[in-house]
């Protein structure tokens, strides 16, 4: 049946706004319509679809929009937007009401805070301006005017900003001993020695020809400030780093959590649709109460086919770029001009770099999106586990997409390119790439660098402020504004403050604000044995980050809705997982990619002196020219030679095995496995030790939440006494009228029921009761 037509009650077009009052009872929010007497019949005789949530709500929705029209009252609109809230099709409900009647356009719609001037002044003298960058964060007064929620991510922010200056520190002093060390690097000295000059074997088939190792002079200069020593006691450091993090992170947490009184709390599980026919129409609505198998099979089936989807299109833009790096290398080779073939490497890394980056900004704005669409076709029965698997789906998705250009170069590249006379082909005529004469770290290095400081330049900060501010301006210059239009009938006046904070930025959700701080902390603790410049880049750019994310609620966005939190939620695990998923990434790092594990087996195993002299010859094999593919050598050399050297570890060509692995080979490899099962326990049981040395909650409140408790107990006890001693009082004075005797026993029994029953309510009151008394031991 059609919904009864309502009376227009309002003449003509008003504008007003209407004042809610939060949790707290100190919070305003701003609902704003502009309603003409049209506008009710037109919601009278609008026809629902039928796609519109379901069909036993369509009458239901329909009456409720009407009374948001019509009865726009504090306590029932917002328990109106809450209903709406939990419906399924929330957005669209929106837009195909709201928007879709009233196509004209009279109808401004919003529903959020509104700005209080004073604590937002003090917010952007003392937080919200870069020239404070020095200062704490008013932690207490974040969480005053935004709620804990937000409060708790800028506490951990600040605290992730923090223990970013130690790691800053090391890693800059790791960095400076690459560089006093680096005129007195034996390996570098012996590659850019003249007087032992290798010739080593052609780049690539028939155009390269032989060259000379003392060429690679600078990559290997270059490869030694990141490649050192104290790399690997580095890596180590930065794992307790991220270990102590944590720690102190859960520690700092319950400090808030105390102070802010949160330790009690217990977050309201708010139904996405489970329970929504209950909320509207009690229990005369027909259908379903549970989902089956069948509503929630097809959405996971759609969901793992697009998770796939995704990762395989990932990797096809990382092979498009293995792909365009090979065949450019081959074009520049031939290329006529001496000065493109000596910048072959550096030209096609760069470029390869800088396409990888576009590509990993423009699938993140993609999977983000993507994420939410399959979260949403799961069904999930509350708000919280639809965020929990919203969260979970898009890091997955943007850390395989962040990450896998760099796992290819750390892991990968040069492994499978095969030696001379057997290279391995792309398309039967491109050569796999291989590393760089001083192994692939400093491309790692390159690649690292300039895909975090881009990332954090262009989507992190770019995007983060510019965006709102293109919205402002096109919602500004459209005109689409709650305030009405000045005409020459009507005075102009000071536009309210409802009327300013509608043309802002409706606030979203935290998601991506800790999203990329995740990513960042990857760069920062999972190939830091590759970049320990790492942490310093990452430090300055929080630096601004937090200033920037201050000034975008302050004066971008609109007052988001004050929400209660405990904790971070699920970014914890991330963080967790991240931590020591990063000791064996940093473990591989250093025993397959770096040259620690060789110069180490060299030094104790094959060197004659006990040093590095020699190290350089003894990573080289021997190859012999005649063996050549045909086709495949040089067509006009310049040299005449019979033995060209290549960087592995294979038998010569004199030898009844030649060019399989050698010996050395092996044993190297025994070394580099051995070395990461040392180092993960290494890390593995320091990260342990510190979690045991500090303490989850401190000390001072675990004392002061052990007196309350006792308190508690000691309050309960007596109001039981109290009552017993009613019921004692009542007894007596049934008895006058009754036997002595009988009233005695009578007596004295409900006293000894009642002890037993104070005994045991009291011991499930400390358990279950959460009260605040802290007034009363102050």
């Not at 939060?22 to 007497?37: K, L, Q, T």
């Not at 989807?309 to 450019?328: C, D, Q």
């Not at 004050?562 to 904790?567: P, S, Y």
């Not at 009542?730 to 008895?735: G, N």
């Amino acid at each position: 049946p059609s919904p009864p037509a309502l009376r227009p009650v309002l003449p003509g077009r008003l504008r007003f706004p209407v004042t809610l009052y939060g949790m707290n009872g100190s919070e305003s929010v701003c609902v704003f319509p502009c309603i003409s007497s049209t506008h009710f019949s037109a919601l009278a005789s609008y026809s629902f679809p039928n796609q519109l949530c379901c069909c036993q709500y369509k009458l239901v929705v329909c009456v409720l929009i009407q009374t948001l029209l019509c009865f726009i009252v504090n306590n029932f609109l917002r328990s109106v937007l809450s209903i709406l809230r939990k419906c399924l099709c929330e957005q669209w409900c929106l837009d195909s009401i709201v928007n879709g009647i009233l196509q004209s356009g009279d109808i401004a719609y919003a529903f959020f805070f509104i700005q209080k001037l004073v604590p937002l002044q003090v917010l952007h003298d003392e937080w919200a301006r870069y020239g404070v960058f020095y200062k704490y964060q008013p932690i207490d007064l974040i969480r005053k005017y935004f709620g804990e929620k937000i409060g708790l991510y800028f506490a951990w922010l600040g605290l992730y900003t923090q223990l970013l200056i130690p790691a800053s520190v090391v890693g800059t002093i790791v960095f400076l001993y690459g560089c006093a060390t680096l005129d007195s690097n034996v390996p570098s000295l012996e590659m850019c020695s003249e007087g032992k000059n290798f010739t080593m074997c052609p780049l690539c088939d028939r155009v390269c020809d032989y060259w000379y190792l003392s060429s690679a002079c600078s990559t290997a200069r270059a490869s030694h400030l990141f490649d050192n020593p104290a790399t690997v006691l580095f890596a180590i450091f930065m794992s307790l780093w991220a270990a102590m993090f944590l720690e102190l992170w859960k520690r700092r947490q319950m400090c808030l959590s105390y102070r802010w009184d949160l330790a009690g709390l217990e977050e309201e599980e708010v139904s996405t649709f489970g329970g929504l026919s209950e909320i509207l129409c009690g229990s005369h609505c027909a259908g379903p109460e549970k989902l089956t198998w069948t509503d929630w099979m097809p959405g996971y089936i759609i969901n793992f086919s697009s998770v796939l989807l995704m990762f395989g299109l990932t990797f096809s833009a990382v092979f498009g770029v293995i792909i365009y790096r090979i065949t450019t290398s081959a074009l520049m080779s031939m290329s006529p001009y001496p000065e493109t073939r000596s910048n072959v490497r550096v030209v096609v890394t760069s470029t390869a770099v800088i396409i990888n980056l576009v590509v990993i900004l423009i699938l993140d704005e993609l999977y983000g999106t993507a994420a939410i669409w399959l979260t949403e076709l799961e069904i999930p029965k509350t708000e919280g586990e639809f965020e929990e698997r919203m969260i979970l789906k898009a890091f997955l998705l943007k850390f395989m997409n962040a990450y896998a250009p760099i796992f290819y170069v750390a892991f990968f590249k040069g492994r499978f390119a095969g030696r001379p006379g057997d290279y391995v082909y792309v398309f039967h005529d491109f050569r796999i790439e291989e590393c760089a004469p001083g192994g692939c770290l400093i491309e790692l290095c390159i690649q690292l660098s300039i895909i975090m400081l881009g990332k954090q330049l262009i989507q992190n900060n770019i995007f983060e402020i510019g965006i709102p501010k293109l919205k402002k301006l096109y919602r500004t210059l459209k005109g689409d504004s709650p305030a009405p239009k000045e005409t020459d009938e009507r005075p102009s006046r000071t536009a309210q403050q409802w009327e300013l904070d509608y043309n802002l930025e409706p606030f979203n959700s935290l998601t991506p604000e800790y999203m990329e701080m995740i990513i960042q902390f990857g760069f920062v603790s999972l190939f830091v044995a590759s970049f320990p410049l790492a942490p310093l880049f990452a430090l300055l750019n929080n630096v601004i980050e937090i200033r920037l994310d201050a000034k975008k609620f302050v004066t971008e966005l609109r007052r988001p809705d004050a929400m209660r939190a405990k904790d971070i939620g699920i970014w914890y695990n991330i963080i967790s997982g991240m931590g020591k998923f990063s000791v064996i990434i940093n473990a591989f790092v250093i025993a397959f990619t770096s040259d620690f594990i060789p110069r180490l087996a060299y030094q104790y195993m094959y060197s004659n002196t006990g040093t590095l002299h020699g190290f350089i010859e003894h990573t080289l094999s021997y190859f012999n020219v005649s063996d050549f593919t045909p086709g495949t050598a040089p067509s006009a050399s310049h040299f005449s030679i019979a033995m060209c050297r290549y960087k592995d570890y294979r038998e010569p060509p004199w030898s009844p095995e030649a060019y399989q692995l050698s010996k050395q080979y092996w044993a190297i490899l025994a070394v580099r496995l051995g070395f990461v099962i040392i180092f993960q326990n290494l890390v593995m049981f320091l990260s342990v030790l510190v979690d045991w040395l500090i303490l989850d909650v401190p000390r001072d409140i675990s004392e002061q939440l052990k007196k309350e408790k006792s308190l508690l107990v000691d309050v309960f006890l007596q109001e039981e006494k109290d009552k017993l001693q009613l019921i004692h009082s009542l007894f007596v004075r049934s008895a006058r009228d009754g036997d002595p005797d009988q009233s005695a026993q009578a007596a004295r029994q409900p006293c000894q029921t009642g002890r037993s029953l104070n005994h045991c309510r009291a011991a499930s009151f400390g358990q279950k009761c959460h009260v605040n008394i802290r007034n009363q031991d102050r």
